[in-house]
């Protein structure tokens, strides 16, 4: 059975997921939705996609829709994650999942609700780097002591990761450091049970701060250091140090080394290298054997929860 997808947001993650999905069997992507028409055409055009439209609820109404991927503005997360869910869609969300608790919760309670497979694209769960260590760690050859990580952009302007304009404001809290916060919990196989932040000036513009500092500790005692930064003019990107007890890795996205700069083939620990692919390889195989997915809404809610005790205090 070919699974029908549509994907909403055909800008810079759009186009990753179109990519991951090409190489993919049985399924198919059946209709884009973006809010620019020309621009999304242009998308549509070129990855063999027939339907396209602005408006999402259109998107929804068709029958032969089984699955959707959003890839739209944070703000609209929530509300867009639940209205695949009510239109009787399964759905994969990219991250973050909601920019406040309350949004998190609701859509959580409505996957349980429905039933549906509803994941959401913390995707370093997924990329071979961190799935390597966590392989280490489930088979008890590595346990973290801390984790030193690093999420460092240069946007004084508002751009997306193609360099474009944006038309909408990203967010340090509720979106980079959701990957951080996620996956220190998910690799230490602990909860999260004390969380600090402090975040650097407002800035007058954007009307966020541009630089912010975490720590997190986990229940059986591992830590978590995490600085990030939108004034960053260098290296760009989420660099992670895993400090544990048998060793010492970092992992710059989908490539990993040890302490001492070696590099690490990851080659064979999934049937690609490409993260997001493996994120959606994922949730299509979710939807396939009627399971819970990994990255599920549930499984991240707890993230979210430590995203809104670190806001309050940053209020």
């Not at 991951?20 to 070129?46: F, P, Q």
């Not at 690093?150 to 193609?162: D, E, V």
């Not at 990994?294 to 430590?306: A, D, K, T």
Request: proline share 3%.
């Amino acid at each position: 059975m070919t699974i029908k997808v549509a994907l909403a947001g055909a800008g810079a993650f759009g186009i990753k997921h179109l990519d991951g999905i090409k190489n993919i069997a049985d399924v198919e992507v059946v209709s884009l939705i973006g809010r620019d028409l020309a621009k999304t055409r242009e998308v549509a055009d070129k990855y063999g996609v027939a339907h396209v439209t602005d408006d999402l609820n259109e998107t929804l109404a068709i029958k032969e829709v089984d699955a959707v991927i959003l890839c739209t503005p944070t703000q609209m997360h929530a509300g867009q994650t639940a209205a695949c869910l009510k239109a009787g869609k399964h759905v994969q969300v990219e991250i973050p999942l909601a920019d406040s608790l309350a949004g998190a919760e609701a859509a959580a309670a409505l996957q349980q609700e429905t039933g549906l497979v509803a994941m959401c694209g913390h995707t370093r769960r997924f990329n071979p780097s961190h799935q390597w260590v966590h392989n280490k760690i489930t088979a008890g050859e590595f346990n973290i002591q801390q984790m030193d990580v690093q999420t460092y952009f240069f946007r004084r302007t508002n751009m997306n990761a193609l360099g474009q304009p944006r038309s909408w404001t990203d967010h340090l809290l509720w979106h980079h450091a959701a990957h951080t916060v996620d996956l220190f919990a998910y690799q230490a196989g602990s909860p999260i049970v004390k969380a600090n932040a402090i975040q650097g000036p407002i800035h007058p513009e954007l009307g966020i701060a541009m630089d912010m500092s975490i720590q997190l500790k986990a229940a059986n005692g591992a830590i978590c250091t995490l600085s990030l930064s939108f004034n960053n003019d260098g290296p760009l990107g989420t660099f992670f140090r895993y400090i544990g007890d048998t060793g010492t890795y970092i992992a710059r996205y989908d490539d990993l080394f040890n302490g001492k700069e070696e590099k690490i083939d990851v080659s064979h620990v999934a049937v690609s290298m490409n993260g997001i692919e493996l994120q959606d390889r994922e949730f299509f195989a979710a939807i396939r054997e009627g399971r819970e997915p990994n990255s599920s809404l549930r499984q991240v809610l707890p993230c979210y929860q430590v995203l809104h005790a670190l806001e309050q205090q940053l209020v």
